[in-house]
């Protein structure tokens, strides 16, 4: 693909702070790619292209992560960080990309226009506005929704590769529409600039997203390992042995940072949200 050379695996690898530029590039070509060949409804076909850019780096990025799980000799907390430390911040880098680039077209574009190309990413705004800090039971509605993301972030990724990466571009572009959307009505309401709006509601919003996004980072992470492990190593052979403890091990780890996330989203989020009155 022409675009990889732009951005090639190896030097995402070692230069991770550029996948920022990729997610935010790679989306924006995705909209407009969606704008022009599915305009009726672009909101999901933005996310399918957005993905497909991506995905040719992801699955070479995840055989490099396989290569180097292969080569421990034994099991290492510490070293399981060390060694996958660059892909997951690729993952945030990417992540932070794409949200950025939905977020500005939400601001600068008319109503009427974001509702129609976003109309998916909107949908969702309905839910996390009026819901999201009034349930009684919030915490384990949000842990149970969260759950079976990740579990589909895991399963994505074991079956597909870098499958993961089409629900984390679908969170991060509903994360950028909605925040981007909530800022620009705050701002109309007081007639301050959107944009320091939505500078306001990133920082509130951002402990537990990025949690959030984390566990799911770690959880594609862990099926994507595995999933080339099976592809390339002996079953039940010490490598593959290996890379499965390691693989479990991250998903009990996303697991445990979700958990985190919801607690976080749930007593200490809403509370915020109020505080700043957004």
Not at 52 to 70: F, G
Not at 171 to 192: D, H, K, L, M
């Amino acid at each position: 693909m022409v675009l990889e050379q732009i951005y090639s695996s190896k030097w995402i690898e070692k230069k991770s702070r550029y996948a920022f530029l990729m997610g935010l590039s790679y989306s924006i070509i995705g909209i407009f790619s969606a704008m022009f060949l599915f305009p009726a409804d672009p909101g999901l076909a933005a996310i399918a292209f957005t993905s497909l850019l991506i995905l040719p780096s992801l699955n070479k990025l995840l055989s490099i992560e396989e290569n180097q799980a292969a080569r421990k000799k034994k099991f290492d907390l510490i070293g399981l960080f060390k060694d996958h430390n660059d892909i997951f911040r690729v993952y945030v880098f990417l992540f932070l990309g794409i949200l950025l680039s939905f977020a500005f077209f939400s601001l600068v574009w008319p109503v009427i226009a974001t509702s129609k190309i976003f109309a998916q990413q909107v949908n969702v705004l309905g839910w996390a506005t009026g819901q999201a800090y009034t349930s009684g039971s919030l915490f384990g509605s949000l842990l149970s929704n969260n759950l079976k993301v990740l579990v589909f972030c895991l399963l994505a990724s074991f079956i597909y590769g870098s499958g993961a990466i089409f629900i984390i571009t679908w969170n991060a572009s509903v994360w950028g529409t909605i925040f981007g959307i909530i800022a620009r009505e705050s701002a109309a309401a007081t007639g301050q600039n959107p944009f320091v709006y939505f500078a306001l509601t990133l920082l509130v919003v951002f402990p537990h997203m990025i949690l959030e996004a984390s566990s799911y980072f770690i959880a594609a992470i862990s099926g994507g390992i595995v999933s080339k492990a099976v592809l390339r190593e002996k079953p039940f052979s010490k490598r593959f042995t290996q890379i499965i403890e390691d693989g479990l091990i991250m998903f009990i780890i996303a697991v445990i940072v979700l958990i985190i996330s919801v607690y976080v989203e749930a007593n200490i989020t809403g509370s915020l949200v109020s505080f700043f009155n957004l």
